[in-house]
């Protein structure tokens, strides 16, 4: 797993990494202690680039991920779904 980048939410319970390696999403609760954080979920996407940054919708309800072409072997056109 290679993690690029990085967000919470606004209360700083919940802690969304893009793992760009996998094109995965990892969702980990960090509200009892941010050291120790918990696993809750791992998404992976159906893409064949790299996920690359991400973010919150303003009501949280929805996560926005970017993924690009990020290998000459991905033909042009499909780094994304």
Same mark, same amino acid.
Do not use: F
């Given at each position: 797993m290679v993690v690029c980048w990085l967000t919470t939410n606004?209360?700083?319970?919940?802690?969304?990494?893009?793992?760009?390696? !996998?094109?995965?999403?990892? *969702?980990?609760e960090i509200a009892s202690d941010p050291r120790a954080q918990r696993e809750l979920q791992k998404l992976s996407l159906r893409s064949h680039g790299g996920t690359y940054q991400l973010a919150l919708s303003? !009501?949280?309800?929805?996560? *926005?991920?970017?993924?690009?072409r990020f290998e000459s072997k991905i033909p042009l056109g499909v780094g994304w779904q």
């Open positions: 606004r209360r700083g319970s919940l802690l969304y990494a893009s793992n760009t390696a !996998d094109s995965t999403i990892t *969702v980990y303003p !009501d949280e309800r929805n996560l *926005v991920v970017v993924s690009q």
